[in-house]
């Protein structure tokens, strides 16, 4: 005899159904417009809300997108800039006049829910770390003030690169001297309001760099044997689940386990020079379609089963005007004539005909465990002889300029040694410390071909540029301790 299910019960189905898809993370998109060939904003806002996107975060508080975004239901984040940082450390008029100009004039018809005070600060090249804590300060209390304070978050991005330690995940923690001048201050500041802490997570720069020892499967959350954390036992599947753990971790270390996380930026590039491995279509394609799939069908992270992420993918669109490697162009999940690069779904409905297309070759690599940040052992280096990558004195200032931020922030480059008072600040000189972080990165990259362009600001010599202050033994420390 078959039951037939009761009214009560198919209802209780429903409703139970309606809770689990209500309690999973979301995704959102950040919209970069470090391009010359991009849609106006109207029609930005127009293609999100086709693919269903209602999160958008941007770089700046541009007036043209925050009114094209105004009315239209998608939850907004913007950004002070780094450049701003100092004044509104140094001035609560400035942060109180910033926040009338910029967030209070458009909310709550552009519905903004988050300021991110700056943007990985602590690789920041000009050295703006001290400034970060008091200026999520003033922004916050301009935000009570205003009365907005309960509608709208004040956090700041971190890269990867802030964890001293992150493998296993168990381990991960914060680089010391962070500890008690910011991350301390900055998470009792994250408690009090309620606010979260934003992470930019990028398995991509892990894989690419330690292909010998990580799997793609693994990079990509497809299925494969799991890595064990030695240090609790737990498995995982995933090197975007063991890289947010190495920060759950961290600030678990420090006592703050009751804040919460949001990945402000995650992606895979679509392209990329010849020795960037991994780059293709297809792996960008993996990589965010079962992410997607992955956040919005809930459930937390080994360690912290039931946060369910809030995730921004990087980026809307590919940007033609950012420097570095070929990859740093190919990021976009649009076209900028609004095609998409790849076919994924943004929402829970479109997940039921997605499938994962592998491509014929996988370029899979049979291990499956490494530093979650992509810095520690397993980098393949060149067996061409000592190269070095200097700046070209030839590129002008801005040009420079652009390419030591790149170096110092997105690509990763150990720019500890120039900052002020640090071993190689001195000659203090936009070429020279261009040329430190601009060798940092070839360096870090195994001298690969490519690594050492930066849109045409540096090139390859072979005899240590002694000429700038950095010795050849300091060198061979970048080169050899990665």
Request: hydrophobic fraction near 40%; charge should be neutral; proline fraction near 6%.
């Amino acid at each position: 005899m078959v039951a037939v299910p009761s009214l009560l019960s198919f209802s209780l189905l429903l409703i139970s159904a309606f809770f689990n898809i209500a309690d999973c993370g979301s995704i959102g998109v950040n919209y970069g417009r470090v391009a010359n060939n991009l849609p106006p904003a109207t029609k930005v806002v127009e293609l999100l809300k086709s693919q269903r996107l209602d999160r958008v975060k941007v770089y700046d508080t541009d007036p043209a997108v925050l009114h094209a975004l105004s009315g239209s239901g998608i939850k907004v984040t913007v950004d002070l800039p780094n450049q701003q940082l100092f004044a509104a450390a140094k001035s609560t008029s400035f942060a109180k006049t910033w926040v009338e100009r910029n967030v209070a004039a458009y909310h709550p018809h552009t519905e903004i829910e988050a300021i991110a005070v700056g943007n990985e600060v602590f690789v920041d090249p000009s050295n703006t770390t001290k400034f970060l804590v008091p200026a999520m300060k003033n922004i916050h209390e301009a935000l009570v003030k205003l009365n907005l304070n309960s509608d709208i978050k004040v956090s700041s991005p971190i890269a990867l690169s802030a964890l001293q330690n992150s493998y296993p995940s168990s381990a991960g923690s914060f680089r010391p001297e962070l500890i008690e001048p910011v991350f301390k201050p900055m998470l009792d500041i994250l408690r009090q309001t309620g606010s979260f802490l934003m992470v930019n997570a990028y398995p991509f720069f892990a894989y690419e760099s330690n292909t010998d020892v990580i799997s793609l499967d693994y990079a990509l959350f497809r299925e494969n044997p799991g890595v064990v954390d030695a240090g609790n036992g737990l498995r995982y599947f995933s090197l975007f689940d063991a890289q947010i753990d190495a920060v759950f971790a961290a600030m678990s270390a420090l006592k703050y386990d009751d804040i919460r996380l949001v990945v402000t930026e995650t992606g895979w590039p679509s392209k990329g020079d010849e020795n960037e491995n991994g780059a293709s279509i297809q792996n960008a394609a993996a990589y965010n379609g079962n992410l997607i799939r992955r956040i919005l069908t809930g459930g937390g992270t080994p360690l912290r089963p039931k946060a369910d992420l809030t995730v921004y993918l990087f980026a809307l669109f590919n940007e033609n005007n950012k420097f570095g490697p070929t990859s740093e162009r190919n990021y976009g999940l649009f076209y900028p004539n609004q095609e998409k690069v790849y076919d994924i779904p943004f929402t829970v409905e479109g997940l039921k005909n997605y499938h994962d297309r592998r491509s014929p070759v996988s370029g899979n690599q049979p291990g499956a465990g490494s530093p979650a940040n992509g810095e520690g052992g397993g980098v393949s280096k060149s067996t061409t002889g000592n190269t070095w990558c200097v700046a070209s004195g030839e590129a002008g200032k801005e040009k420079l300029q652009a390419a030591l931020d790149f170096a110092c922030g997105e690509g990763g480059a150990d720019c500890h040694p120039i900052q002020p008072g640090a071993t190689c600040y001195n000659p203090n000189t936009i070429e020279a410390h261009a040329s430190f972080a601009f060798n940092s990165y070839y360096q870090k990259n195994g001298r690969k071909m490519g690594t050492c362009y930066f849109g045409g600001a540096a090139y390859v010599v072979t005899q240590p540029p002694s000429a700038y202050s950095i010795t050849l033994s300091l060198f061979k420390t970048i080169s050899y301790s990665i």
